[in-house]
Nanobody, 122 residues
Framework: QVQLVESGGGLVQAGGSLRLSCAAS????????MAWFRQAPGKEREFVAG????????YYANSVKGRFTISRDNAKNTVTLQMDSLKPEDTAVYYC???????????????WGQGTQVTVSS
């Protein structure tokens, strides 16, 4: 079991950038595929980006392609989400998740962080 803690959320103007980080508590972090999900008020949690265990493969929701970049540093047990050209519709609580492989379904992940709020103003 891996413990995940997100950080880096905050308030930013449209067009700005934020970088989210997810820190894992286990040195077995490299065994997990990682993903970022987000959930806006009144909406279902949705897949944002994912990265394979090795970091070789990355996946993005169409809504964030070209704007967000997911990466990982297995030596430091961290995964990051660089968010550029932010839009108001990106406003949500962002969650880090760990699983056996990258999946877009929320129920395919075993471990979740507490989430970090991202608010993008117009």
């Amino acid at each position: 079991q891996v413990q995940l803690v997100e950080s880096g959320g905050g308030l930013v103007q449209a067009g700005g950038s934020l970088r989210l980080s997810c820190a894992a508590s286990r040195r077995t972090f490299s065994s997990d595929a990682m993903a970022w999900f987000r959930q806006a008020p009144g909406k279902e949690r949705e897949f944002v980006a994912g990265i394979s265990r090795s970091g070789q493969s990355t996946y993005y929701a169409n809504s964030v392609k070209g704007r967000f970049t997911i990466s990982r540093d297995n030596a430091k047990n961290t995964v990051t989400l660089q968010m550029d050209s932010l839009k108001p519709e990106d406003t949500a609580v962002y969650y880090c998740a760990a699983g056996l492989r990258v999946e877009i379904r929320v129920d395919r992940y075993e471990d979740w962080g507490q989430g970090t709020q991202v608010t993008v103003s117009s």
